[in-house]
Nanobody
Framework: QVQLVESGGGLVQAGGSATLACAAS??????MGWFRQAAGKEREFVAA????????LYADSVKVRFTISRDNAKNTVYLQMNSLKPEDTAVYYC????????????????WGQGTQVTVSS
């Protein structure tokens, strides 16, 4: 059974940066995605990366500001977040997909517990 654990969340000022990490319990080279869920809203897609790391997808709202990457030797996926805005405040989840880099959460079958990111103004 795949287990995913996010880390790196916390409080950051608007305009600042943070890096999230998602560590897998075992060897993982499948597509991985980052999603977020703000209070009172549905979960939304943020970014995804292929198993090889060669292909990436980004939501329009985070394009350029965020960068997804992975280190398969460490079984870890990262989300570097720059120029953070208050509207980026949410619980961030990483997830694994056997299908590829899809926007829909329905394509992901394993999920981490989430890490809170709060951006203050």
């Amino acid at each position: 059974q795949v287990q995913l654990v996010e880390s790196g969340g916390g409080l950051v000022q608007a305009g600042g940066s943070a890096t999230l990490a998602c560590a897998a319990s075992g060897r993982t080279s499948y597509a991985m995605g980052w999603f977020r869920q703000a209070a009172g809203k549905e979960r939304e897609f943020v970014a995804a990366i292929s198993g090889s790391g060669g292909n990436t997808l980004y939501a329009d709202s985070v394009k350029v500001r965020f960068t997804i990457s992975r280190d398969n030797a460490k079984n870890t996926v990262y989300l570097q977040m720059n120029s953070l805005k208050p509207e980026d405040t949410a619980v961030y989840y990483c997830a694994l997909s056997y299908l590829g880099t899809y926007y829909s959460s329905n394509a992901y079958v394993y999920w981490g517990q989430g890490t809170q990111v709060t951006v203050s103004s």
